[in-house]
């Protein structure tokens, strides 16, 4: 491990000279050769996750493996806010990014992970930003909370697979939910949870917060006891816009594509919560693959994602959408479709090889209709033209 080896100091220079060789151009191998350092992987994997991270702002310690898994700074300062008290316990504190956040809104943190090297990289992440207030303990979770005595709030973010079919609250944690809830219970009712947004049902009594980080879903945070606020919530940052349940639900029912087309932020459609962004004349449009809101109303809120004027709705054939896209002078197509990366390409081309226009169009691609939009930027509020669906237009010749 690198602070087996060297002091922090040293450590940042060698990152830093890393970082420089690699902005160069130059290879592992060839960097590796000309520094001839020891525990070169580790500082290198700390280089390259320093070049690329977008979650942290401060030069933390942190190797790719981390990142993968550490918590992007916006969503833990939202997330220290919320859970503010006197002492807070962090179970499966990682390299402590969530941790360094509460230490900034809690006046005693309690950190713990099972994994030496990632305590000693928390520790080492924590003096950096001056953040004292923490004491680190390199234990199991389970044991280490059986030793302790009063907390105001347990935060726990439990070890998962990095991916998994199907994400089972049961099966997929370690240490284990079920016995982390009930070993942090004897401390106190005021339990928070980090879940994959992804898991398939959490049978507890407690508020879902779905967290997004520009329109991308991001966590799933689940709070116990008198945490609990609502049933479910829409957390987006930055900006901290909140949605949440208040007991009352309008299923919103299917329709055809009318004039405007919507993507609902992530957070919000999982917390169940897209029919608050419209009114009676919102509909669903979907199949088991995507949903879109629909009206023939200009929705404006932030908890939209992405609102689109429809240009056209065609059978999902190829020559059907091409004809659409040349009609409307399409030089570049934008597929929401889902098709594995070079996929995405080929059939992009398939049909920007037959274009020549300026404009760019999305295709909305559903099981048996295609939806040809206009995406609108945000602040445009002026009402189209025209919507021209079902009008007659000529094929596109092969
Ligand atoms: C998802 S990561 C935590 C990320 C962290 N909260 C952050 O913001 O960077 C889960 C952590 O749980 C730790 N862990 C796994 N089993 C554990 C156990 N039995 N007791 C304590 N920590 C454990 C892992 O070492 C890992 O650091």
New binding site residues.
């Given amino acids: 491990m690198i602070f087996d080896t060297y002091t922090p100091q040293m450590v940042d220079v060698h990152v830093k000279t890393i970082m420089e060789l690699i902005k160069r151009g130059k290879s592992k191998e060839q960097i590796a050769k000309q520094l001839n350092l020891h525990d070169f992987d580790e500082l290198c994997s700390v280089a390259k996750t320093r070049l690329t991270t977008t979650k942290t702002s401060e030069d933390y310690y942190l190797t790719e493996d981390?990142l993968r898994?550490?918590?992007n700074e916006l969503v833990?300062q939202y997330r220290a806010k919320r859970l503010a008290c006197d002492t807070l316990v962090?179970?499966?504190?990682?390299?402590?990014?969530?941790?360094i956040a509460f230490a900034r809104t809690c006046k005693r943190v309690i950190a713990?992970?099972?994994?030496k090297r990632?305590i000693r990289y928390?520790l080492e992440n924590a003096k950096k930003v001056d953040a004292n207030n923490i004491e680190f303990i390199h234990?199991?979770?389970?044991k280490?909370l059986q030793n302790l005595v009063g907390a105001d709030i347990v935060f726990v973010?439990?070890?998962?697979a990095p991916e998994e079919k199907v994400r089972s609250f049961d099966t997929s944690f370690?240490?284990p939910l079920r016995q982390l809830i009930d070993a942090s219970r004897k401390l106190t009712p005021s339990i928070a949870i980090?879940l994959p947004p992804q898991i398939q049902k959490v049978d507890l009594d407690c508020e879902k917060e779905f967290i997004s980080v520009d329109h991308s879903l991001n966590r799933l945070t689940v709070y116990l006891g008198d945490l609990k606020r609502h049933e479910r919530s829409a957390v987006l940052l930055p900006g901290h816009h909140e949605l949440t349940s208040d007991g009352s639900e309008r299923p919103l029912r299917n329709s055809g594509a009318l004039k405007y087309m919507f993507e609902v932020d992530p957070a919000v459609a999982k917390a169940g919560l897209s029919w608050k962004l419209g009114d009676e004349h919102t509909f669903l449009y979907s199949d088991e693959r995507d949903t879109l809101l629909t009206s023939n109303t200009l929705l404006t809120s932030t908890h939209l994602k992405a609102r689109y004027e429809l240009v056209d709705a065609v059978e999902n054939k190829f020559e059907d959408i091409l004809a659409v896209l040349m009609w409307e002078n399409a030089g570049k197509v934008v597929l929401r479709q889902k098709l594995a990366p070079d996929k995405y390409w080929t059939e992009r081309r398939k049909y920007e090889s037959r274009l020549r226009g300026d404009k760019t169009l999305h295709v909305f691609v559903f099981a048996h209709e295609a939806l040809v939009c206009r995406k609108l930027e945000h602040e445009r509020m002026d009402e189209p033209t025209r919507v021209m669906l079902g009008r007659m237009r000529p094929k596109a010749s092969s």
């Fill in positions: 981390d898994f550490a918590t833990a962090d179970v499966g504190c990682g390299v402590g990014i969530q941790t713990i992970d099972i994994d990632k928390a234990a199991d979770g389970l280490a973010d439990p070890e998962r370690r240490p980090e």
